[in-house]
Nanobody, 122 residues
């Protein structure tokens, strides 16, 4: 059993930055990947970024590449999402997820956090 808790969301002006955190507790596996997804009102959940827990390989959606950075602290079982140059299209509920297979498909992830709201004003 793994529990994920996100934090760091909020309201920010376009061009600003936010840093999201996801703390994992319970049993984790070195082979797991950690990912961030987001879901905007009226849209399907989409992949944002992912990182392999074991080797640190990172993956990004084209829409955020160059603006967002995913990182991890293995000792703390925590993954971060640094979001820079935010724009209104980044407004969404952001979810942390963990799974045993690197994937951009949300269905391949086993554990999910409750989500944290990010709102970017124009």
């Amino acid at each position: 059993q793994v529990q994920l808790v996100e934090s760091g969301g909020g309201l920010v002006q376009a061009g600003g930055s936010l840093r999201l955190s996801c703390a994992a507790s319970g049993r984790t596996f070195s082979s797991y990947v950690m990912g961030w997804f987001r879901q905007a009102p009226g849209k399907e959940r989409e992949f944002v970024a992912g990182i392999s827990w074991s080797d640190g390989t990172r993956y990004y959606a084209d829409s955020v590449a160059g603006r967002f950075t995913i990182s991890r602290d293995n000792a703390k079982n925590t993954v971060y999402l640094q979001m820079n140059s935010l724009n209104p299209e980044d407004t969404a509920v952001y979810y942390c997820a963990a799974g045993g297979t690197a994937s951009r498909d949300s269905s391949r992830y086993d554990y999910w956090g409750q989500g944290t709201d990010v709102t970017v004003s124009s």
